[in-house]
């Protein structure tokens, strides 16, 4: 019955090539987001030709490791940071919420940023962190991954952008979340995806500095050259990155698993 019902899913209610899409809109709570989580498929994306967009949710006034400093210079340092990464990377445009760093916001404002960029962009596929991660403790996260849901669903109603926007609706196809631990898609990405990741990071020395004789840049390319071999490896695709996706066939009322 198992096998069965799983071939009529697939049948029904098919998973998406992630290839097939034209625009992609990849969602941060904060500036580096995007690139740590998911920047090897952006760069993919971008090196195919595709159209990527970056929104930034939040301004990243606490990506300090002291307490005595500037907030409105480093968010201006931030916002300089992430232009110069998504030129290197390739997206098409950089989009930035400026909502304060620290969670002290409406989820039901950012839902509604998201969903007019959605159906202005007309984005294919929706990127954004899990909120479903199990030791996710950070509250910009979980609210950015939980608005970025209900803004991909909302996108395919006709009534609610119209009514909020005056916009026709434009459904995204897929919503396709990273930093996540219950992945079902092994996205294959090159070598070269991975090192333009590494290379889009290094224009984030605010957030990746030298700490008690720890070179924070070098650990954490260590650590995503060997996650893309890790998500490779059991899938035989060299390299790869995580994801869970979401077809909008499945996003609503859908008990089985998505696989």
Request: aromatic content about 10%; some cysteine.
């Amino acid at each position: 019955m198992r096998i069965f019902t799983k071939a009529l899913i697939k049948v029904a209610a098919p998973m998406p090539d992630l290839d097939s899409f034209q625009r992609y809109l990849f969602v941060g709570p904060h500036p580096d987001d995007i690139e740590v989580g998911v920047g090897a498929t952006a760069a993919k994306l971008c090196r195919m030709g595709k159209e990527v967009e970056f929104l930034i949710v939040t301004d990243g006034r606490y990506g300090s490791d002291t307490a005595d400093y500037d907030k409105e210079e480093l968010i201006e340092i931030r916002k300089q940071e992430t232009l110069k990464s998504a030129e290197i990377i390739g997206a098409k445009k950089v989009i930035f919420l400026t909502y304060d760093d620290g969670g002290d916001y409406s989820e039901t404002d950012i839902k509604n940023d998201i969903l007019k960029e959605i159906v202005e962009f007309k984005a294919d596929v929706v990127f954004t962190p899990d909120p479903l991660l199990k030791t996710e403790c950070h509250s910009d996260h979980l609210k950015v991954g939980r608005a970025t849901s209900t803004a991909f669903m909302f996108s395919g109603i006709a009534g609610v952008p119209k009514d909020k926007f005056g916009l026709e609706a434009y459904a995204a196809k897929a919503l396709a979340y990273y930093y996540t631990e219950i992945p079902n898609v092994r996205y294959k990405v090159k070598k070269q995806d991975v090192e333009t990741q590494i290379k889009a990071l290094q224009q984030f020395p605010s957030q990746f500095k030298v700490v008690d004789n720890m070179d924070q840049m070098k650990m954490i390319s260590a650590y995503i050259r060997f996650r893309a071999l890790r998500a490779g490896f059991w899938r035989f695709k060299g390299r790869a990155e995580e994801l869970r996706v979401v077809p909008n066939s499945r996003m609503h009322c859908f008990a089985e698993k998505v696989k």
